[in-house]
């Protein structure tokens, strides 16, 4: 699809970047993004199941979905026999390669900057620095090794995350977030001009740590939305300084680069959460071995599993496990009778009235109807609740089980399954998915894509 005897791939990820803001937005100034849309083409590119960033950006680098990496959230159960033993998913839950590593075999250079689930760096054929779970510069942060006192003696500081988002503290957060985006930015930049590259990658976390921060002030459809307050184009001049940036980058990767543009997934208002745990417990699901009597966390230690058959996680999506005999420690429900308690968990969710006493639209997923093949420990059902306007909340206690606010600290904003793609070139972006990413930059590359990469190459119109 290339006929570029030197080819080269820049992918600039924007994590949570929405179509919303970035497409044609009338008050939202981005000249580098727009001459890009104008110069190439631009779609909605749809995020994996669930639309989370990990594993969002792994499936989208590996062309594997989360059923076939074994990841379902951040955190994953690692065993059924064990209620509570669960592993953060580091780099190193990731069992298949990912691009770097194909081109890296194949001799091609490669430099990566920000790209979540890369802690801990792996060795390349080139650089890597790591980007969100990392826990301080002096971990395995970068590859080579040598290379971190190189930048931070010319750069300064490595900022790997935006550290607590969620703080009340929004003047602190905001300036977090902006310093934050130059930081990742002058990295990228330093990287890009010392370091020779076929393929180069960095991901922007700031535009994810803004809508759950800001989104309430920048979008008037948001429930909790106020229109006169010093945040009110917070999320607009975010974005301005942002395309600034991107601008610096395109000049340096030059005209003949391929250009990818691409977000994990969107984001939308979040109208509030859903106590899944509450909820099962109302419903007789779930039983702990004593009442509480004031909202708390939900805790594993408090379940009585002797007459529990589900329980359920919060985060952005909901996660429900069943207490399956002789699948976990303290198992009560028949294995024979898993299929139709599913079905009855479905159809009660998939009916659950909202505040206001209308269909909440709640979907109901189950792995094995979604993935073509079922790693790790998936949960029995996947929820997304009032079309992802509503988070899964874990605690219990309550009386209601709606809540107006996340219980994790503040949040403006969900997870939507639209991201955004824009290229610099005519490609076949209709139904653009994260899947189609990696097999696309290995075939501009002149790469054969392997045969169990689940994408398809987004082929040259011209």
């Known amino acids: 699809m290339n006929n570029n005897t030197d080819p080269k791939v820049l992918v600039i990820g924007?994590?949570?970047a929405a179509p919303e803001w970035v497409?044609?937005?009338?008050?939202?100034?981005?000249?580098?993004?727009?001459?890009l849309m104008s110069q190439g083409g631009y779609n909605t590119l749809r995020s994996s199941d669930p639309p989370i960033t990990v594993p969002a950006w792994s499936c989208m680098m590996s062309g594997r979905d989360p059923g076939a990496l074994g990841i379902y959230g951040f955190?994953?159960?690692?065993?059924?026999?064990e209620y509570s033993d669960y592993a953060i998913a580091t780099s190193l839950s990731i069992k298949v390669p990912r691009v770097w590593d194909i081109l890296s075999e194949a001799g091609k250079d490669v430099c990566v900057v920000g790209v979540p689930q890369t802690f801990p760096v792996s060795p390349v054929r080139g650089c890597m620095v790591s980007s969100i779970l990392t826990p301080n510069v002096d971990s395995d942060s970068v590859y080579p090794?040598?290379?971190?006192?190189?930048?931070?003696?010319?750069?300064?500081?490595i900022c790997f995350d935006v550290e607590d988002f969620r703080n009340e503290d929004e003047n602190k957060v905001l300036q977090q977030i902006n310093d934050f985006l130059h930081n990742r930015f002058d990295v990228a930049e330093y990287l890009m001009a010392i370091k020779p590259w076929d393929f180069f990658m960095m991901v922007d976390m700031g535009v994810d740590r803004l809508h759950h921060a800001f989104w309430h002030y920048g979008d008037p459809a948001h429930?909790?939305?106020?229109?006169?307050?010093?945040?009110?184009?917070?999320?607009?001049?975010?974005y301005q300084a942002l395309d600034e940036r991107i601008g610096r980058i395109l000049a340096m990767a030059g005209e003949d680069s391929l250009v990818l543009v691409v977000s994990d997934h969107g984001a939308k208002p979040m109208h509030g959460g859903l106590r899944i745990n509450q909820w099962l417990l109302d419903k007789g699901y779930l039983y702990l071995k004593s009442s509480p009597t004031s909202p708390q966390p939900f805790r594993l230690d408090d379940v009585d599993w002797s007459r529990t058959r589900a329980w359920g996680e919060g985060g952005y999506y909901g996660r429900i496990f069943l207490n399956v005999a002789g699948r976990e420690a303290e198992g009560i429900v028949d294995p024979t009778t898993v299929s139709d308690l599913c079905s009855q968990l479905k159809g009660e969710l998939e009916a659950m009235l909202g505040q206001d006493g209308t269909l909440m639209n709640n979907s109901v997923l189950l792995p094995e109807d979604l993935y073509p093949e079922v790693n790790g420990v998936p949960p029995d059902l996947m929820v997304y609740f009032g079309e992802l306007h509503w988070r899964s909340l874990g605690e219990v206690g309550c009386e209601s089980i709606y809540a107006e606010t996340n219980d994790t600290g503040a949040d403006a904003a969900n997870h939507a399954m639209d991201g955004i793609v824009i290229a610099n070139r005519n490609l076949s972006l209709n139904k653009a998915g994260l899947m189609d990413v990696?097999?696309?930059?290995l075939s501009w590359l002149g790469l054969t894509i392997p045969e169990q990469m689940q994408g398809r190459v987004w082929a040259d119109n011209e």
């Open 14 to 16: 924007l994590d949570c």
């Open 23 to 35: 497409f044609h937005h009338p008050e939202y100034t981005l000249p580098h993004l727009h001459r």
């Open 75 to 81: 955190r994953n159960r690692r065993q059924y026999s």
């Open 145 to 157: 090794e040598s290379l971190k006192a190189d930048i931070i003696k010319n750069v300064g500081e």
């Open 223 to 238: 429930p909790k939305f106020q229109e006169n307050t010093a945040y009110r184009w917070a999320m607009r001049e975010y």
């Open 438 to 441: 990696a097999p696309t930059v």
